[in-house]
Every structure is written in C-alpha cells, then in structure tokens.
C-alpha cells in the first residue's frame, strides 16, 4: 500500500505512525506528507524519515478549491492509495474524495459522534462528560464523520483542563493509529456500508 498523510501541524500522530512503520508493525510504503501550512512540524517529520514532503499554503492559490486540487494532483501523482489525515483541519471536497477514489482515514480526539469539529476537548469539557477517547474512521463527506474503525475511551480526570485532556488523549492516539493502519494494510477491515 502506498500511504500519502495529510497534516496541518505538530505531526506527532504522523510521527508515531513512521516509529511503528520503521519497527515494521505494518508493512507499506509512506510516499507523500503533504500539508496546508507551510511551517508544519509535520514536514520536517517527514523530511528526517526521507519521505517526499510538500507545503500547499492557501497564499499560494486564487482560492480553497485551487489548492485541494493541487493537493489531489499530487497525492495521484505520488500514487497514493490510502490516504491518512493526521490532524489535518480541512473538510476534504466530494469532488477530492471522489477523484482520489481510495481510502482516506481520520483520527479525532473524541468519541464520534460525539464532539466532532475543532476544539473536540474543549467542547467535551464544557459539556461535563466523564469519559472521552479517539475515535480513528474510515472518511465520509461530513465533519469527522464516517465508519468508526478503532475506538477507544479516555477518562476525564476532575480538575483537567483542555490541555491535560489533551494530553491524555493524545497518548491513546498514537497507541491507536498504527493499529488501525495494521489491521487495514493486513486486509483485516471489511467496509460495509455505513459500518
Ligand atoms: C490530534 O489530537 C488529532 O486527533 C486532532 O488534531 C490533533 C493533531 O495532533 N485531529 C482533529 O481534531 C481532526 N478533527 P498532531 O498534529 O500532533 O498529530
């Protein structure tokens, strides 16, 4: 499988995905790191495990539409196919989703569908939940929304706050990704309609 990641910032799912691909928890092959920003860690991650990396600023382009199709026309390019979104904060089009016409997983520090959206930790806080989690699920059309593949709950401690939910969540993240991506490279999903 050919792995392109699109990322807007930190990267560090993205880095926790290359520790498991080096230790050789599944086998594939990361062709293209791509990003909306172009001072992403996720690029200079990228970068330091040799694989191809590209900067789409939004100045670079007349509009939104120009740069997702920049976007498409490299990832096809780079023969993707399976697209992984590690905290990348863009809505992908119908029209990228179809053109790409593979795969395309999300990660979202949120028991979906509960709190989809920015600021999944905050939005969990305010509501006075008990419990959280990450949810990592196959892309639809929506926001964070789409087949459920892995999930897994994240207690909300008295006292947290945005960033120490955060950060707990965080942890079960890069625990979660990589195994999503084994079971998927290793053939063990089955997409069935919405499940
Ligand atoms: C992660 O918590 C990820 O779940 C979230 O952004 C963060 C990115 O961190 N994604 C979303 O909220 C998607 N809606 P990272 O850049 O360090 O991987």
Redesign the pocket.
Known sequence: MKIGVL?????????ALIKAWQEGRFSAEFVAVGSDHADA??LKRAEDAHIPQRAFPLKDYSSRKEQEQAILEWLQESGVDLLV?????RVLSPHFLKELNCPVL????SLLPSF???H?QRQALEYGVKVSG?TVHFVDEGL?SGPIILQEAVPVEPGDTEETL?ER??KV?HKLYPEALRLITAGQIKYDKKK
């Open positions: 990322a807007s910032g930190r990267g560090s799912n993205l880095q860690m996720a979104l590690a905290g990348f904060m999300n990660i979202h520090p989809p959206g920015l999944a990450c964070d955060a969540i965080l993240e």
